[in-house]
């Protein structure tokens, strides 16, 4: 059976030496570097996240600053939050938390961020130099990144193997599938409106699932021998559990155990790498800023 990639272990792994690196920075020069989280309205799922990246700072010794906007703020207030910021010295990433409420622009807004503050790698920019492939972007965004850390940190060759992507979102699917063709992957992008999904991704090596659909992915998708990255995190019903419903992939699990060579599971998977990665990318960002090596 498949050999589960362990995210939440890689994830510890990385955070440690974050916290190291981070105390170095401390006594050399110090400063320790700054992540500031912007959110927007009462949602209740994003408070959850924003609070889970201000323990996960405080945890490593970054700095976190919070802004939190009632959900009938204007587009100006977020962007004149997102202006201070971005002159602030002590600021070194800027993340908006998605979504944002429906009246706002979003591309608007994520254009404001400083390109080179710009630890969740959603400016158009960012995207565009990682598309371009002959420079380096600023940033990659987190959850891209977290799933190309786990392959290449459980050893799993890319070059020249197929991978197929499902989903084509502008923070996953997009992002994982550049990252992908970067290090020398085929890809093929399976999303909504593809027809016979099941037959193209079939063909892949490696698997990376980001569609948000709860057990879409069935073992008879999957060739013997391929590497699982799931994405998707999707509640279901369990009146089992004391919270009513429990979290699975967009793979079925079990099934896929069977048939492929390696996989993430959901929860622990990919999941626990996005927070390690966001604050890996805010490390560089104050790294860069503060030309400390
Ligand atoms: P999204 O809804 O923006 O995009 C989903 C994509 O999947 C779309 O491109 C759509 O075309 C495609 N899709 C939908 N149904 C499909 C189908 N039946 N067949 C093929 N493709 C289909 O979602 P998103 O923001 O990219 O997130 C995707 C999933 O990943 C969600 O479950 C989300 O919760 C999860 N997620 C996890 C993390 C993490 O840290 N692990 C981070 C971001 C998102």
């Known amino acids: 059976s498949a050999k589960v990639i362990d995210g939440k272990a890689v994830a510890k792994q990385i955070k440690d030496e974050i916290k190291i690196e981070v105390l170095k920075m401390k006594d050399a020069i110090g400063v320790v570097p700054g992540l500031a989280v912007i959110l927007v309205g009462d949602r209740k799922d994003s408070a959850t996240y924003v609070r889970n990246k201000k323990k996960a700072c405080e945890a490593v010794g970054i700095t976190s600053y919070e802004i939190c906007l009632p959900e009938d703020s204007t587009e100006e207030d977020v962007l004149k939050h997102i202006a201070d910021y971005n002159e602030n010295p002590k600021v070194h990433g800027i993340l908006i938390q998605l979504p944002l409420p429906r009246h706002m622009d979003e591309a ?4 404001a961020v400083s390109i080179d503050k710009d630890v969740d790698g959603f400016h158009p920019l960012n995207i565009g130099l990682l598309a ?3 420079r380096e972007p600023f940033f990659v965004s987190c959850t891209p990144k977290g799933c190309i850390e786990l392959l290449h940190r459980y050893g799993i060759t ?3 193997k197929r991978a197929v992507i499902i989903g084509r979102s502008n923070i996953v699917g997009l992002p994982v599938s550049l990252l992908l063709q970067r290090e020398d ?3 093929t992008i399976v999303h909504s409106r593809t027809e016979n999904p099941e037959e193209i991704v079939r063909q ?3 698997i990376v699932s980001a569609a948000g659909k709860a057990n879409m992915v069935r073992g008879s998708w999957i060739k013997p021998g391929a590497v699982i990255i799931d994405v998707g995190i999707n509640p279901i019903d369990d009146p089992e559990s004391p919270r009513g419903y429990r979290l699975v992939g967009d793979v079925c ?3 896929a155990c069977k048939v492929a060579s390696a ?5 622990g998977g990919v999941g626990p790498m996005t927070i390690a990665m966001l604050l890996s990318n805010t490390l560089d960002s104050a790294k860069r ?3 400390f090596e």
Request: cysteine-free.
């Open 204 to 206: 892949a090596d490696i």
């Open 263 to 267: 996989i993430t599971p959901v929860p």
């Open 158 to 160: 890319i070059k020249g």
């Open 132 to 134: 371009k492939r002959d």
């Open 289 to 291: 800023a503060l030309k």
């Open 185 to 187: 992957a085929t890809i």
């Open 253 to 255: 699990y079990d099934e």
């Open 108 to 111: 608007r807004i994520l254009n």
